[in-house]
């Protein structure tokens, strides 16, 4: 008898410890934590970029909207606004996914310089930026130096200068103006590079008595840009 109620509590005592260990088990396999309340958004691809005026930049711009403790949140309404009134995204609002992400493509305004763009997310918000660049040069003008007067054989008081600039008024550096003068005037240059103003400058010795044309021209591809400077000689 002794032996049979021995045998029933080890049973027993087997039975709690193995349905205890089951329940552990269960419990941590059950421990999942839910994100909470989003909280926090963070730029994590595409910033800081650069591309040219009024162009899709390369990477889309992607955010990440997490609670208190880091962990992502997903089905987050995020809303992206360019700064500049001529720059756009593709989509004004993103949801998030399950990883707590939301993209867009942005392409920059028409001015060079820092581009910008808002994210908000609730009343949390952001900045991306990005530099544009100025496009290919489309214009040249006259800045200084026309319509001179000085003796035959001498130096024009003021060089001559053009600036150079895009489609949308940027100016474009590095381009190689091209000079020549039509009526005998002796350049200093026949070549010269515009500088970060998209401006390029001459001098010009002028020739015997009456009027010198100068020419200036750009070649973007097959097509001249070009402005013609009248100096007159005394």
Not at 33 to 43: M, Y
Not at 76 to 90: E, K, L, P
Not at 152 to 177: E, I
């Given at each position: 008898?002794?032996?049979?109620?021995?045998?029933?509590?080890?049973?027993?005592?087997?039975?709690?410890?193995?349905?205890?260990?089951?329940?552990?088990?269960?419990?941590?396999?059950s421990?999942?934590?839910?994100?909470?309340?989003?909280?926090?958004?963070?730029?994590?691809?595409?910033?800081?970029?650069?591309g040219?005026?009024?162009?899709?930049?390369?990477?889309?711009?992607?955010?990440?909207?997490?609670?208190?403790?880091?962990?992502?949140?997903?089905?987050?309404?995020?809303?992206?606004?360019?700064?500049?009134?001529?720059?756009?995204?593709?989509?004004?609002?993103?949801?998030?996914?399950?990883?707590?992400?939301?993209?867009?493509?942005?392409?920059?305004?028409?001015?060079?310089?820092?581009?910008?763009?808002?994210?908000?997310?609730?009343?949390?918000?952001?900045?991306?930026?990005?530099?544009?660049?100025?496009?290919?040069?489309?214009?040249?003008?006259?800045?200084?130096?026309n319509?001179?007067?000085?003796?035959?054989?001498?130096?024009?008081?003021?060089?001559?200068?053009?600036?150079?600039?895009?489609?949308?008024?940027?100016?474009?550096?590095?381009?190689?103006?091209?000079?020549?003068?039509?009526?005998?005037?002796?350049?200093?240059?026949?070549?010269?590079?515009?500088?970060?103003?998209?401006?390029?400058?001459?001098?010009?010795?002028?020739?015997?008595?009456?009027?010198?044309?100068?020419?200036?021209?750009?070649?973007?591809?097959?097509?001249?840009?070009?402005?013609?400077?009248?100096?007159?000689?005394?």
């Open positions: 008898m002794l032996r049979s109620t021995s045998g029933i509590r080890r049973f027993i005592a087997g039975r709690v410890v193995g349905l205890g260990m089951s329940a552990v088990v269960a419990a941590c396999g421990d999942t934590t839910s994100p909470g309340t989003p909280s926090i958004i963070t730029v994590t691809g595409g910033a800081t970029q650069s040219t005026v009024h162009s899709q930049l390369t990477q889309p711009i992607v955010v990440l909207v997490t609670d208190a403790d880091g962990h992502p949140v997903s089905g987050v309404a995020v809303t992206f606004a360019a700064n500049a009134g001529d720059g756009s995204v593709s989509s004004a609002q993103a949801t998030t996914d399950a990883g707590g992400l939301a993209q867009v493509n942005w392409t920059l305004g028409t001015a060079a310089g820092l581009d910008s763009m808002a994210v908000t997310m609730g009343t949390q918000s952001t900045v991306v930026t990005a530099i544009a660049t100025a496009g290919v040069a489309a214009q040249i003008a006259i800045v200084a130096g319509s001179q007067a000085a003796p035959a054989d001498s130096t024009l008081g003021s060089p001559l200068t053009v600036k150079v600039t895009d489609q949308y008024g940027n100016p474009v550096s590095g381009v190689t103006v091209n000079w020549s003068s039509d009526d005998g005037g002796v350049l200093a240059n026949t070549t010269t590079m515009t500088d970060a103003n998209g401006l390029a400058q001459d001098t010009l010795t002028i020739g015997e008595r009456g009027t010198d044309d100068v020419s200036v021209a750009v070649i973007v591809g097959t097509v001249p840009l070009t402005a013609v400077f009248t100096e007159q000689s005394m």
